[in-house]
């Protein structure tokens, strides 16, 4: 359970989470890893991989909030339909091979829907972040 969701900065995406109400612009998911994700859509749209930014880090409860990487963000708000479809289609192929399910119709609507936050963003000057629990 988690969101990717848009904030001004760090200290007021440290008050998101599920235990507290926001009218920030969210794209909900469940049953993935989105750090994991975050990195493979990164490396299949930019040809990079940087590193997750913390700003709550995950404790023993399994809760931590991420900045997505500014490269990320940038590639979602700009690349073409195909390229996401690529991106997903290779998320949900690596998904399924650690035992993961993950359609490809979910993968495709998910990466459009964070695809679309991230213009979004830009267009507000504001930044991407992600909360979740681990699952």
Do not use: K
């Not at 440290?14 to 909900?28: E, I």
């Not at 493979?40 to 700003?55: F, K």
């Amino acid at each position: 359970m988690g969101e990717f969701f848009l904030a001004g900065d760090d200290e007021s995406a440290l008050r998101v989470g599920p235990r507290s109400s926001h009218d920030f612009p969210a794209v909900p998911f469940d049953g993935m890893y989105p750090d994991d994700a975050v990195l493979r859509w990164e490396a299949q749209l930019t040809g990079a991989e940087s590193t997750i930014r913390d700003v709550v880090p995950m404790a023993n409860d399994g809760f931590t909030v991420f900045a997505v990487p500014e490269p990320l963000c940038t590639a979602l708000a700009t690349v073409g339909r195909d390229r996401l479809r690529a991106a997903a289609l290779a998320w949900a192929e690596a998904a399924s091979e650690a035992d993961d399910e993950l359609s490809l119709d979910n993968a495709l609507d998910l990466l459009d829907r964070v695809s679309a936050l991230a213009v979004s963003g830009g267009e507000t000057h504001l930044h991407l972040y992600c909360w979740y629990f681990a699952p």
